[in-house]
């Protein structure tokens, strides 16, 4: 069964400064990645997608991860965070079988200082 | 690619009346999801629908719910009996070329 476990439940990070947030996911082959935004009350917006290739992705807002296959890792990073980037952020992975379902990690809270 | 919408965009209902949650994610997609995300929790999957047709589902999804694509473009999520614990917001998504879309969702509030 497919999972995905984000470590950091809350992260606080002064506006203009770099922001990482940690995704590890277990799953028996290579997966679909993702990475979804939410702001309050808000549906989910996808940043980004890792499907095959170039294990850097670029992603909307400025936005980047990186799929590490020997971490089982794929983290999310932005060089310089902005005050409206204060949201919650998703990972999820999906099975590349045809219509599998995305299992979503539990969200990490990012709040942007002043 | 084409948003999904999602009607109503909240809904209050009375403990025990049944819910319908509505979704227009466009008559040529195949695979249709809906998701639940309780206040403060993950992004839970509920039923994945495959050629008119349950495909998946979770634990959380019982008897009391139900989907349907009535007409070929419209899916829509059935709460039969609805229980304060079905408090949620409702996530319908499809599957397209470039991975998920989400709706904005339904809050559901059960009083």
């Known amino acids: 069964a497919q999972s995905v476990t984000q470590p950091d439940i809350h992260i606080t990070v002064s506006e203009g400064a770099s922001l990482e947030l940690r995704c590890n996911y277990s799953?028996?082959?290579?997966?679909?990645l993702f990475w979804y935004v939410q702001s309050p009350g808000q549906g989910l917006q996808l940043l980004l997608k890792?499907?095959?290739?170039?294990?850097l992705v670029q992603g909307i807002k400025g936005f980047e991860a990186e799929f590490k296959r020997s971490q089982s890792s794929f983290n999310l990073r932005k060089p310089s965070v902005h005050w409206s980037d204060a949201a919650e952020y998703f990972c999820?992975?999906?099975?590349?079988?045809?219509?599998?379902?995305?299992?979503f990690g539990g969200g990490t809270r990012v709040l942007v200082k002043p | 690619e084409p948003e999904v919408t999602q009607t109503p965009s909240h809904q209050v209902t009375q403990m025990g009346q049944e819910v319908i949650l509505r979704c227009v994610p466009i008559?040529?997609?195949?695979?249709f999801y809906w998701y639940r995300q309780i206040l403060g929790q993950k992004v839970e999957f509920l039923v994945s629908?495959?050629?008119?047709?349950?495909?998946?589902k979770s634990e959380i999804f019982d008897d009391q719910f139900s989907v349907e694509r009535p007409d070929g473009s419209n899916f829509t999520l059935k709460i039969r009996s609805t229980k304060l614990e079905d408090s949620a917001m409702y996530f319908c998504?499809?599957?397209?070329?470039?991975?998920?879309?989400f709706g904005s969702g339904t809050r559901l509030t059960v009083v």
């Open positions: 890792y499907f095959s290739g170039d294990t």
């Open positions: 998504a499809r599957k397209g070329n470039y991975g998920y879309t």
């Open positions: 799953y028996g082959a290579t997966p679909y």
């Open positions: 999820a992975v999906g099975a590349r079988a045809a219509g599998n379902k995305l299992t």
């Open positions: 629908f495959y050629n008119n047709e349950i495909s998946e």
């Open positions: 008559s040529n997609h195949l695979y």
